[in-house]
């Protein structure tokens, strides 16, 4: 089975960093470009960076640029989503998802919640 | 930035009947337009992509048509399970962009 999982969310203060992971099995990851989609509490989906399969390609949102960095592992069929000088606006669901375009399979999400 | 605006943004639906969702590009996308179903705490699903193709295990009664700026998502006789949030995806252009969701209740 196609599988994706996202891990390390977490409360965390304004200005503060965090790492979230997403695992992928039942697929060649290194055959894949993946992405990191965001979705604040009540809104709608945010595209946040894509890194295609062997990092020669990789673009950022905007407002992320500078602060995240997107990397991935294939000998670990893992992604990762670097985040420092997080924002209160940067408080979302962060899901890693397969695809350039269109996205499938994505994971279950992660919670990022930056507050004081 | 590709602004992708959706309507609208709850659609009050009976079982059986049909469903049509919007889904407007404010500059053309070609046919790089993708639709999602996302339910309450779970991961979007993928339906429809380049404009019209259904995703795998996605059954006949949902259907996507459209060309340029202008798509249209329908569920053609709504069941019970797709009560749910629909998305619209362009990615013609960087930064992909996603339309805000429509919502489709049970009427």
């Known amino acids: 089975e196609v599988q994706l999982v996202e891990s390390g969310g977490d409360l965390v203060q304004p200005g503060g960093s965090l790492r979230l992971s997403c695992a992928a099995s039942g697929f060649t990851f290194s055959d894949y470009w993946m992405t990191w989609v965001r979705q604040a509490p009540g809104k709608g989906l945010e595209w946040v960076a894509y890194?295609?399969?062997?990092?020669?390609?990789?673009y950022y949102l905007d407002s992320v640029k500078g602060r995240f960095t997107i990397s991935r592992d294939n000998a670990k069929n893992s992604l990762y989503l670097q985040m420092i000088s997080l924002r209160a606006e940067d408080t979302a669901v962060y899901y890693c998802?397969?695809?350039?375009?269109?996205?499938?399979?994505w994971g279950r999400g992660t919670l990022v919640t930056v507050s004081s | 930035e590709i602004v992708m605006t959706q309507s609208p943004a709850t659609l009050s639906v009976s079982p059986g009947e049909r469903a049509t969702l919007s889904c407007r590009a404010s500059?053309?996308?070609?046919?790089?337009l993708a639709w999602y179903q996302q339910k309450p705490g779970q991961a979007p699903r993928l339906l429809i992509y380049?404009?019209?193709t259904r995703a795998t295990d996605i059954p006949a009664r949902f259907s996507g048509s459209g060309s340029g700026r202008e798509f249209t998502l329908t569920i053609s006789s709504l069941q019970s399970e797709d009560f749910a949030v629909y998305s619209c995806?362009?990615?013609?252009?960087?930064?992909?962009?996603f339309g805000q969701g429509t919502k489709v209740e049970i009427k």
């Open positions: 998802a397969r695809g350039n375009g269109w996205y499938q399979p």
């Open positions: 500059q053309s996308v070609s046919n790089k």
């Open positions: 380049d404009i019209s």
């Open positions: 890194m295609n399969h062997d990092e020669s390609e990789i």
């Open positions: 995806q362009q990615y013609n252009n960087w930064p992909r962009t």
